[in-house]
């Protein structure tokens, strides 16, 4: 029983993962997601059923187009397995079951979407992150009031509403001031959004927390490419990419980081 729910939870990674690899390379480009079919971008051959199987269909086509014989990028079956594994992370630390499939649907797989898009495309699309911030509300409250029974509704909302002002202001100052000062973009509106969206689910202690930690890693990864790809200082970074991620993590580990870093915050404090 247990093993075949296992199953279950990754037949929906990965179908999940598939509509993730298509959202985020068609809504940048301002292309619906429903039409028109998934098709190979050299001859616009259709795809038919069986050659749309998440993972399993890439390697029985050995990597071709099954007309025109041209490759099929890697990114798609990595992204469908990135996805599978973290939908089962979800499955693992996000419990009960209807709790999971709530935050499979309304939180992992648009933050999924969101970290691929900004990635690739420095871009954070509306239709996402709008939408988000209403799924954020509701996951929250029904958090708070449905799974733990620990506040009433209209608590659980006044929360979420200063988690998302708590994520979105700091972050649309620096935004503004970096206008200001150095006469172009550093930060976009994409990623206030996001950070109302994060804030909305977890609430403004969290949300500073999940922000430090998008930092440091975004901070790292900087250093990293300056040393190895010989980026220039000034290369814009994903910051959505991070955020989006960190929120993943805090949802699996955040209490558990939290206790840890105040935990060590205040011993640090008493010595
Ligand atoms: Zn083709």
């Not at 929906?12 to 480009?29: C, E, H, K, M, T």
């Not at 909302?157 to 001031?177: D, K």
Request: a positive charge.
């Amino acid at each position: 029983m247990e093993i075949l729910l296992d199953f279950y939870v990754i037949l929906i990674g990965l179908v999940l993962g598939s509509f993730i690899a298509l959202a985020a390379v068609r809504l940048p480009q301002g292309k619906s997601i429903i039409k028109p079919r998934s098709h190979c971008p050299h001859c616009q051959h259709q795809l038919r059923s069986y050659e749309n199987i998440p993972v399993l269909s890439y390697f029985f086509l050995a990597g071709k187009c099954s007309q025109c014989k041209n490759p099929i990028s890697l990114i798609y079956p990595l992204i469908e397995l990135f996805s599978a594994f973290v939908i089962f992370l979800t499955y693992l630390y996000v419990q009960p079951l209807p709790r999971f499939f709530l935050y499979a649907c309304l939180f992992v797989t648009p933050m999924l979407i969101l970290t691929i898009t900004d990635w690739k495309y420095l871009i954070l699309p509306n239709v996402i992150t709008l939408p988000g911030i209403l799924f954020a509300f509701i996951l929250h409250a029904l958090d708070q009031v449905y799974f733990f029974q620990n506040s009433s509704l209209i608590s659980a909302m006044s929360e979420s509403l200063i988690g998302a002002l708590a994520g979105a202001i700091p972050l649309f100052l620096i935004a503004y001031f970096y206008i200001r000062v150095r006469g172009k973009e550093g930060l976009g509106m994409g990623d206030v959004k996001l950070a109302a969206m994060i804030g909305a689910c977890f609430g403004w202690k969290e949300m500073y927390f999940i922000l430090l930690l998008a930092s440091v890693s975004g901070a790292f990864y900087g250093v990293a490419l300056m040393i190895v790809k010989k980026n220039r200082r000034d290369t814009p970074l994903p910051l959505g990419s991070f955020l989006a991620l960190s929120s993943i993590v805090f949802l699996f580990w955040g209490d558990k980081m939290l206790e840890f870093y105040l935990g060590t915050f205040r011993e640090f404090l008493l010595n």
